[in-house]
């Protein structure tokens, strides 16, 4: 069993199977991933998102502002509880820092990261953070924000090793994506054979960033396997241990989510 722990799957180009989600679950449950957390990224589709973990009980959700939504409608700690207290959303985020594409002033960014913080603090779920070239604004916030009574995930992770490593040590877990199968991504190799595998997780990010094979395409869940095949070739064990440790860490995480049979056309 596997789990693609960050998907936006009201996203997803449903092309190839007529606009129908179903079937593309049906995908990847064939693959053994029968769990999946589709990522809420702006409150203005949240009911979208909702909808989907609903309708489809291998789904869970969460619930936040992508920082480079700039646009979107401005979260509050109360509006963020408010939707998290929905027995399907399991999680705070997606949020964080992004210097990278960010520009200007971007004092927005770490305001509105310390409420998707102060959300997870008071909610006791974790928080599902989005960082590029953020490092030390990210790990300085998350200890005087979180006070040490915050966990999550850094998704999608593509930093270097000591802020895995700092981010380990503060109860974080690791989510490596398709990335780790391209090939100038040596040095987020170099994090997955560093890190201990009980503090990992991956995902697909989809409909972006589809791993090799796939590269070119659009992303979908099924290709979690391919991520979990590259760590598990990375960490030297089978794809059957990589599977079985990360969903362990999935469900550690995310506690508010409950192991369900996937079972097609469910």
């Given amino acids: 069993m596997l789990v693609d722990s960050h998907c936006h799957l009201d996203k997803l180009d449903l092309t190839p199977y007529n606009g129908d989600l179903q079937p593309a679950l049906d995908a990847a449950f064939a693959r053994q991933v029968s769990q999946l957390l589709c990522i809420g990224i702006d409150l203005d589709h949240m009911d979208e998102v909702l909808a989907l973990a609903e309708r489809h009980p291998q789904v869970h959700a969460s619930v936040g502002v992508h920082p480079l939504y700039r646009d979107s409608r401005e ?20 949020t964080g820092l992004d210097y990278f594409y960010g520009e200007g002033d971007l004092s927005w960014q770490r305001e509105r990261f310390c409420v998707h913080i102060e959300a997870a603090r008071k909610s006791n779920l974790p928080l599902i953070i989005h960082t590029r070239g953020a490092k030390e604004d990210t790990l300085s916030l998350l200890r005087e924000q979180g006070q040490g009574a915050v966990n999550g995930v850094l998704h999608c992770f593509t930093e270097d090793l000591d802020m895995a490593q700092q981010a380990v040590e503060m109860g974080f877990l690791i989510s490596i994506s398709g990335i780790v199968t391209f090939r100038n991504a040596s040095a987020l190799r170099e994090v997955v054979r560093a890190l201990p595998l009980e503090r990992l997780l991956v995902e697909t990010d989809a409909p972006w960033l589809a791993p090799v094979p796939h590269r070119g395409r659009k992303n979908e869940p099924q290709y979690v396997v391919e991520v979990a095949a590259k760590v598990a070739e990375l960490k030297g064990c089978s794809l ?13 995480l995310f506690s508010k989510a409950q192991p369900q049979h ?3 056309g469910h």
Avoid: C, D, K
């Avoid at 509006?79 to 997606?94: C, D, F, K, S, T």
């Avoid at 059957?240 to 550690?252: G, I, K, L, P």
């Fill in 75 to 94: 979260p509050s700690v109360e509006e963020l509880l408010q939707v998290a207290q929905h027995p399907r959303v399991v999680a705070i985020g997606e």
């Fill in 240 to 252: 059957e241990r990589v599977a079985r440790v990360t969903t362990e860490n999935y469900f550690r």
């Fill in 262 to 264: 996937a079972a097609a």
